[in-house]
């Protein structure tokens, strides 16, 4: 969807590293969302936001945390890169009834 | 977390129908969705069902909902080609308002030509 951009597009950083994910949105949607996506497990959710300064945990956010002071960006930081945080990472959004989420293109990481 | 079901490969040959097969545990699911992913892309929303519904149809897409079995299926009529890709189905649960969607594994589907 042209209307949610991450960034970077690919990143190698190493262990025990901090690094931040970007996402971008210029739908004005209120509820966003941090997945990863693993062989053999789909995709699983990080964090969501469902407001400026609201966050929640989803299923796997250990060693994740997250960040939403403007509607438009969502943050996803990895205080201490670890090599099982290898994988690629899928923003989404979600403004409608039928809570239908469009994602962005994805960012692969790699934590060597 | 939740457990939503599907076999991980399917093949059909050009032109066949194909059938994708999903299987959720959330009875008070609204929402069912199916995606298209391919690949080094991110997820395209196909379609999705209301769970108050048997069947959804959508041009080459039908999708069927059994509530009782909790199973979900995605029909391709004439498939092509290009309807090569990895196919997730996602049941919902809703929490502070957000629509949180829990994905299945993922079906890779492969046309013959």
């Known amino acids: 969807d042209a209307g949610i951009t991450q960034s970077p597009r690919h990143k190698v950083t190493e262990t025990g590293t901090p690094v931040t994910l970007r996402c971008h949105q210029t739908e004005n949607h209120r509820y966003m969302y941090w997945y990863r996506q693993d062989p053999g497990h789909g995709l699983r959710l990080i964090h969501y936001?469902?407001?400026?300064?609201?966050?929640d945990k989803g299923e796997v956010s250990d060693g994740y945390s997250v960040s939403r002071s403007k509607t438009e960006d969502f943050l996803l930081t990895l205080e201490s890169a670890t090599s099982s945080q290898t994988s690629v990472y899928f923003c989404a959004m979600t403004g409608h009834s039928s809570g239908e989420q469009y994602f962005g293109p994805g960012t692969r990481l790699t934590v060597t | 977390g939740e457990d939503v079901e599907q076999s991980l490969f399917l093949s059909v040959r050009e032109g066949d129908s194909s059938v994708i097969n999903c299987t959720y545990t959330d009875s008070s699911s609204t929402y069912l969705y199916w995606y298209k992913q391919e690949p080094g892309a991110g997820l395209q929303l196909l379609t999705y069902?209301?769970?108050?519904?048997d069947m959804k149809q959508d041009q080459r897409l039908t999708v069927l909902l059994n509530k009782k079995d909790k199973h979900l299926s995605l029909r391709i009529a004439d498939t092509q080609t290009g309807d090569s890709a990895i196919y997730f189905c996602a049941e919902s649960k809703v929490f502070y308002g957000a629509n949180n969607l829990f994905f299945g594994t993922g079906t890779r589907l492969t046309v013959i030509p």
């Open positions: 069902i209301f769970s108050n519904m």
């Open positions: 936001s469902y407001g400026v300064k609201d966050t």
